[in-house]
Structure formats: C-alpha cells, structure tokens
C-alpha cells in the first residue's frame, strides 16, 4: 500500500487546504492512505513556554482530536528537522509521497529546505504549495522583475491577479483515505504544553464562526470600528490565519461574495493585500528581521534602558492608553490594531528604544504573531522600514487616545486604577488636583504612575535624532 503524508505546520485544519486536497487526489489515484504528521520543533521555542507557545500548542491539541475524530490519530515526530523525518520514514516505510504547504521565509524556509533534501535522498515524493496567503512572495513582481518596494503600486499588481478559488473536501473522502494508526506518545508534550484561556476559542469550528459572523454582522462598519479598540469593529482573524485554522482564500472570498457597502469590503481585503506584502517583503528582505530597511537610520543610536523598557512592557508608563494596549496584550496575546501602532510609536519615538526589542516582545505574546506583518509594522512604526511612517510623523498618545478612545472605555477596562476617573481626565489623570485625585480614588504617583516622560520633549528628540 502507499502512504501519503500530509505534513501539518500552521494549517490545522480540513478544508481549503492545498496539500490535504493535492494528497487526497494522489491517493485516488494510487490506491493510497493519508497520514497526517506534525514535527513538534523545538527550534521553534526556547526553554520557557510563553502565551504564543501555549495557544499554537492548544490549537495543535484541537486538531489532534478531530483527526480521531476522522477515524485516524495526528503523528507527532520530535528531533531535529532530519531526524524527525529519518525516523518516519524507519517506522512508516510504505510512505511514497509528503505533501506540505511551504514557508518562503526566515527559519521555516531552511528548515523545509533540509527536509525535502532529505527525502529526495531517500526517492519520497515532495509536493510543498504556497497556501498560507492569498499571493505569495513570489507571485507579484514588476515588469522588470524586481521587488515592489512600496505598498500601493503593489496593491493594485495584487488587486488584478485572479484570485485562487477555495477547495472542498468531503468528511466521507477524508475517513475514506485515513490510514488507521496507533496513537502517538510523543502527543502528551503537545499536550502539555498546550495552554488554557477562557478567551480563546480554538480551531476550524470557532475560525468559520467568527468570520461568518465579522462578515454577516461587523463588515459594513469595519472602515469606522475597526480604530475604536473598546469596540469588537475588527474580523479577529488574525489568530486563526496564524495557525492556519481557516485560509487567507477562504477569507478573502466571504468578504469578497458578501453584501453590503464595496467600500467595507475593500478596506477589510486591503488588509489582507498589506499581509501578503509584508511577507513578501520579508522573503526577498529576509536581513530585515534584525536590520532597517532603510540604509540611512541602520546606525541610529538608541536608548538601552532596562527600567525604561520594562515600564513600557509591564503597561506603567503613566499613559493610560499606552498602558492599557501593554496590559491587554499580557493579559490575551492579542492587542487591538490600532493599540500596536501606538505602543510601537511609543517605545520607538518616545522612549527612543531598539525596535527590535519590542519586536521581539510582541513575538513572545502575540498568539497571532506573523513575522512579515510584525516586522513590518514595527519598522513603519519606527520609520526604519519599507513604507514606512515619515520620521517626523510622532503618535501623540494622549491625542491618539482622545481620538480613538474618547470616554474611555478600553482604558477602564485594562487600567483598572482608572476607572473611577471623570472622562475629561482619562486621557491626562495627572491633570487632576489633589481632591479630584481623592474622588477617583486613584492617586497618581501611588496608585498609578506620573508619566515617565514628557511626549514633546520626547518628539524633538526623535526627530534630532533622525534628522543627525
């Protein structure tokens, strides 16, 4: 009998899945079986777990018990790349075929790279396919061949491009084709390490939930609610594109198909256009995980204080709307839009701190965390990177709060110190006298911090610094 294997990474799911669909067709075919394989990679995470950790693990659990589910159990192999593989291969030797879909940047790409070399020593079929975005990195050029460089020329290459169309597979075809085998072992680290949130709703079942619900109920005031973060205005899909819950096409198409104002529907696909860019950006700029985009600002001497960076991580900086977004990303592993525009101007132009670092921070604690999209908006947001942010351009973060949170509903809900500050104060609690301070209950400098510094002086130094 041939086996093939369906090598599941960040695409946890049944439908819409270009290797799944591609395996199943090449077992009609060839009178085979489908093995469903993850490599519980340990490259991937250090020695301590963290939210992002927990939640992709916790996916991976959930998948797992659907595939008993199927009438079949999820592989789970450990090692290094080529030893998972090797000892795959020694345990499973009528597989003929591995069918996977492909990483195209940083790690993920070395690593896909060393096993396909690896099964083609050993004659195994490999089939890898783009399916983690609607275009990949290599789809859109210009007509001299090279790399867009600037998101808007590239979005309307992206806007002309067909659109690949959804793929659907049948319950009855998957129990048809499973291979029945025993359960794995090495499945109990999985589980172990796989976190608990009441927030969180996991898997396929909960990503086609919340779309179909962001489409039916959300989508026509999505160019307005998606900036008010004490508002559910965004499609909260992020989570699930990460881990593959749900496809960018299948996304892309609800938008696309729904009813309702062409201009709701282009502002939403705009943004999934901004993540295929950012990845694109990141495979043929892979330099840019730890260097500017831009040449000029790659020697920028920056702040290296550990207190100053451990107030903006703990949310303690004495900006409320700054502290909240810090909050309820160490609270949830998420944090609204428009809050990591905020907070990434903060720590980069405030405080004058290495974008790297918070970087590196959001991709401890994003559950959705992408490394395109992160590094990307963190350049923009440091005015280092492609697109990006004129320097001169500093997020005032009261303005910025007064605008997007105007009585202060996000702010009560993460600060809870807050919440008993009049709304003409929530933005500057400091601008409270000693009796109003005592009639909120919150005493700034005991009960909340002053702010740790004062925004315009901050601003003309960012753009000094710039400017030198």
Not at 55 to 81: N, S, W
Not at 295 to 323: C, H, M
């Amino acid at each position: 009998m041939v086996n093939a294997v369906v090598w599941f990474r960040r695409d946890f799911r049944f439908q819409d899945h270009l290797a799944l669909s591609e395996a199943l067709a090449y077992c009609k075919k060839n009178d085979g079986k489908l093995l469903f394989v993850f490599h519980l990679n340990r490259d991937f995470f250090g020695s301590e777990t963290d939210m992002r950790l927990e939640y992709f693990m916790a996916t991976v659990k959930d998948f797992a018990e659907r595939c008993e589910e199927l009438g079949t159990h999820l592989i789970v192999i450990q090692g290094t790349p080529e030893e998972a593989f090797e000892n795959l291969l020694k345990d499973h030797s009528a597989v003929q075929a591995v069918f996977f879909n492909k990483d195209e940047a940083g790690y993920g790409k070395e690593r896909d790279d060393q096993v396909i070399r690896l099964l083609e020593k050993k004659n195994v079929e490999v089939y890898p396919f783009q399916d983690a975005y609607v275009h990949g990195p290599n789809e859109i050029f210009k007509k001299d061949g090279s790399v867009y460089k600037v998101f808007s020329p590239y979005y309307r290459a992206w806007k002309q491009l067909d659109k690949p169309p959804a793929r659907r597979l049948t319950v009855k075809d998957l129990q048809d084709y499973v291979q029945t085998v025993k359960a794995s072992s090495d499945l109990k680290d999985v589980n172990k390490l796989a976190g608990t949130n009441d927030e969180w709703e996991i898997g396929e079942k909960a990503a086609r939930k919340q779309l179909r619900s962001f489409v039916n109920d959300k989508l026509d005031a999505y160019p307005k609610s998606r900036d008010l973060p004490a508002e559910k205005g965004t499609s909260l899909m992020s989570r699930y594109l990460k881990t593959g819950t749900i496809s960018p096409r299948t996304v892309f198409g609800a938008v696309a198909q729904a009813e309702g104002s062409e201009d709701s529907k282009e502002a939403y696909i705009r943004e999934l256009a901004f993540r295929d860019f950012y990845q694109m950006i990141f495979a043929h700029f892979p330099e840019t995980s730890d260097q500017e985009f831009l040449e000029q600002y790659r020697s920028l001497e920056w702040n290296s204080s550990k207190e100053d960076f451990k107030a903006w991580k703990d949310g303690a900086t004495g900006y409320p709307i700054v502290d909240a977004g810090m909050r309820q990303l160490n609270a949830e592993g998420w944090m609204h839009n428009r809050l990591r525009m905020i907070t990434a101007s903060f720590l980069s132009k405030d405080l004058l701190i290495d974008w790297r670092m918070g970087e590196r921070f959001f991709a401890s604690k994003l559950v959705d965390y992408d490394p395109g999209s992160n590094i990307g908006g963190w350049q923009w947001a440091a005015s280092v990177g492609t697109d990006a942010v004129p320097y001169f351009r500093v997020f005032n973060p009261v303005t910025q709060s007064k605008r997007f949170d105007k009585k202060g509903d996000y702010i009560r809900k993460y600060v809870p110190e807050l919440k008993d500050v009049p709304d003409q104060y929530i933005h500057e609690p400091w601008k409270m006298n000693e009796d109003e301070q005592k009639e909120a209950s919150c005493i700034v400098g005991n009960d909340y911090p002053l702010p740790m510094i004062d925004h315009q002086e901050q601003r003309k130094k960012a753009i000094s610094l710039f400017k030198e």
